[in-house]
Each structure stands twice: as structure tokens, then as C-alpha cells.
């Protein structure tokens, strides 16, 4: 909950599941946020699909589901064109990529459905005009 207070901005890429998550999130701090496919029909007639936020001068892409890992990097590039990165969830598996450019992708994993992944986490971005980073936060 203290990451969540701190934070300038609160970025969730899908899968709240309620409108009674959203509005807890919101309770932290200003969120941003898109649907995911397992929320209730509520969340994904209130979330968009994707956004492009800007972060300290960076442009960053948010979608729920990155598809396939073998051409992902490429794929949220064309999806996002202007983007600095690209937030994705959907696999609630944490991943962290950069291409040769420098364009990201982050997967911040899951703090409350972990899946196959072996552990709860989140992520931090940090972002000033000239560098944009992202950590895997572990919560277990």
C-alpha cells in the first residue's frame, strides 16, 4: 500500500476484475488503467482497450495482452509507433525487454494472481525526459 500512496501515477494493465478494485486503486492515487479479459462487463465498458500516456516526457504505451512471445517486442512496437515502451499484461509473468533502439516492454507480473509465475510482484517506472526505466518489484 506504501508504493501505491507514493506513486505519482498508478498504472494497471488489465485483469482488475471489479469496478470495487478499480475504485480502491483510486482511493491510492490517480490511476490509469485498461481492461483486461477477465474483468466484469462494468470495467471493460468503462476501461479502453489501450491508451498512450506521457511519463515525465516519455511516451508509454499500456495494452492487456501482449500475444505471442515471439514477436511481441515487434508487435507493441507497430501497436504503439510513438511509443518510449509498452506496459503489458495479460500472462501476469513478469518480462523485461529493449530492442536495439532502446523501445521497451515491461510486464509488471501480478501482485495478487501470480499464475505460473513463481512469485506476487509489481513494477516501478521511473521516468525523466531522457531515461525511462522499469523494476520488478517481488512481494513475496
Known amino acids: 500500500m506504501k508504493r501505491l500512496c507514493a506513486a505519482d501515477l498508478i498504472v494497471h494493465a488489465g485483469d482488475l476484475t471489479t469496478l470495487a478494485v478499480l475504485e480502491e486503486l483510486r482511493g491510492y492515487g490517480k490511476v490509469e488503467a485498461v481492461r483486461g479479459n477477465v474483468d466484469e462487463d462494468s470495467l471493460r465498458m468503462t476501461l479502453p482497450a489501450q491508451l498512450e500516456l506521457d511519463l515525465g516526457g516519455r511516451r508509454v504505451g499500456v495494452i492487456h495482452d501482449g500475444g505471442r512471445r515471439g514477436t511481441r517486442l515487434e508487435r507493441l512496437r507497430r501497436t504503439f509507433p510513438d511509443a518510449d515502451a509498452v506496459i503489458f499484461g495479460h500472462s501476469h509473468i513478469p518480462l523485461h525487454e529493449t530492442d536495439a533502439d532502446g523501445f521497451q516492454i515491461f ?27 522499469f523494476e520488478l518489484i517481488d512481494l513475496d
Request: positive net charge; hydrophobic residues 25%; without cysteine.
Open 107 to 133: 510486464n509488471p507480473g501480478s501482485a495478487t494472481d501470480r499464475r505460473r509465475s513463481p512469485r506476487h510482484t509489481m513494477g516501478l517506472a521511473r521516468a525523466a525526459r531522457s531515461q525511462l526505466s
